[in-house]
């Protein structure tokens, strides 16, 4: 099982990236993001089911994210906009096997190697 996530980047603030992550060797009833900053603890910023229909943010989102997945492809997306300098961080694609969408990150067993996003002020 392997989650490759790609789509990071470097941007002035108030600009966008889409972030992909796609699962290979198996399908996944929630998908999600999580990210860290350096020197920071790794926290959650998003999560979606199987369907689609169910999503939850982390505060910080204030709307400017959007999590989203295609079944067809097995692949979640982030997009994000207006983007902040506090958005750099590393972000990682995370999967778990239950329905139940969650916001801690010992409940997601599997982990994307992490894509860089830097914003620049």
């Known amino acids: 099982v392997q989650l490759q996530a790609s789509g990071g980047g470097l941007v002035q603030a108030g600009g966008s990236l889409r972030l992909s992550c796609t699962a290979s060797g198996r399908t996944f009833n929630t998908m999600g993001w999580f990210r860290q900053a350096p020197g920071t603890e790794r926290e959650f910023v998003a999560a979606i089911n199987w369907s689609g229909e169910n999503t939850i943010y982390a505060e910080f989102v204030k709307g400017r994210f959007t999590i989203s997945r295609d079944t067809a492809k097995n692949t979640v997306y982030l997009q994000m906009n207006s983007l902040e300098p506090e958005d750099t961080a590393v972000y990682y694609c995370?999967?778990?096997?239950?329905?139940?969408?969650?916001?801690?990150?010992?409940?997601?067993?599997?982990w994307g190697q992490g894509t860089l996003v830097t914003v620049s002020s």
């Open positions: 995370v999967a778990r096997h239950p329905t139940v969408l969650s916001r801690h990150k010992n409940s997601y067993n599997y």
